[in-house]
């Protein structure tokens, strides 16, 4: 699969912001990590004034095989349920992104489900009807995962055409930190049961089958944690692939990705390994309650923006620190 190029990072555009943050009426740096954010920005946007009037949040919904092995406090048929609530304009997300002024964008990307086609809203881009019970093989096929990259990149081709200043990447899907805890288990080479946590409020015994059942799939498919693309293919999930091709196509045209939660810094960890330069325009939203979020973020290199005890998904966390990151642009 060919990717876009990255640009570099606009070193002299980040200088430029630098510069004028030393001449705002302020104490140098009293604004402390608003400063490096606005610089930050300059530098990935190129531009010395960057904007971020237009942002939006992309949520993927899909559904998981390893469902089936009892890893959740809910049931598959929630994702269905929260997609129509996420259309009606229902759900936390809806509300967040209202308050942000942020567009909200609903695919369903592989939910097991079929939707009303008279139902209106929703992208249909389905590229399976979820994925594979990866305890018992390989989540998908190299081709499933290369056609929902494909369907995030050309998503945000799409939502750039329209102008687009800010992206945030949402997700859905019942049992879902199952793939995200076996992607950081096996790229960062950690223990499952230190990445591994209660996703929905498991309870000790449902936590404990649940990182035996990480294990058990990471033993039976042994993914390679040098190449992203196999361990997507054999332990990760339709919406972690669309969003992983989110924040490429976003990257590459010079539009910083607000990543949220535990699921989310899955895709971009595969996004990373894909194509490394992707980092560069990553901002970190929040610190998840999901134990193993924090060896996401300190393998990618981000410092998050907030911490609340936020363990919601859908962007909530993402469209939250929109907040600050427009701060920021408006300060410079």
């Not at 060919?2 to 140098?28: F, S």
């Not at 687009?164 to 049992?175: E, R």
């Amino acid at each position: 699969m060919n990717y876009p190029t990255i640009p570099e990072i606009d070193i002299v555009a980040a200088q430029k912001a630098e510069a004028r943050q030393k001449t705002l009426t302020k104490p140098p740096k009293s604004l402390g990590r608003l400063e490096e954010i606005s610089i930050q920005l300059a530098g990935m946007k190129a531009d010395p004034l960057p904007d971020v009037n237009h942002k939006a949040v992309i949520v993927m919904a899909a559904d998981h095989g390893v469902a089936l092995e009892g890893i959740s406090a809910f049931p598959a048929e929630v994702t269905p349920q929260m997609v129509m609530n996420f259309l009606n304009g229902g759900a936390a997300i809806n509300v967040l992104a209202r308050q942000a002024g942020a567009g909200v964008t609903i695919v369903d990307i592989g939910v097991a489900s079929d939707f009303d086609p008279s139902l209106t809203g929703l992208l249909r881009c389905k590229v399976a009807r979820g994925t594979r019970n990866m305890a018992k093989g390989p989540a998908m096929t190299r081709n499933e995962a290369e056609k929902a990259i494909a369907v995030g990149m050309n998503l945000l081709a799409q939502a750039a055409e329209k102008g687009l200043d800010l992206i945030a990447t949402g997700d859905m899907g019942i049992g879902n930190t199952t793939p995200s805890s076996a992607i950081v288990a096996v790229i960062t080479g950690l223990p499952v049961a230190e990445v591994t946590g209660r996703g929905t409020g498991l309870d000790d015994a449902g936590l404990a089958h649940k990182v035996k059942i990480i294990e058990q799939a990471i033993a039976l498919n042994k993914p390679n944690p040098k190449d992203a693309m196999d361990v997507l293919c054999k332990v990760g999930g339709l919406e972690i692939a669309g969003l992983a091709g989110v924040m490429i196509a976003a990257a590459s045209r010079r539009i910083p990705v607000v990543v949220d939660g535990f699921i989310s810094t899955a895709a971009a960890m595969i996004a990373v390994g894909l194509v490394p330069d992707v980092k560069n325009y990553l901002f970190g939203a929040h610190n998840s309650v999901e134990i193993g979020h924090r060896a996401m973020l300190k393998h990618l290199g981000l410092n998050p923006l907030i911490d609340l005890n936020l363990r919601l998904g859908e962007g909530t966390g993402a469209v939250l620190a929109f907040h600050l990151i427009e701060a920021a642009s408006r300060i410079l």
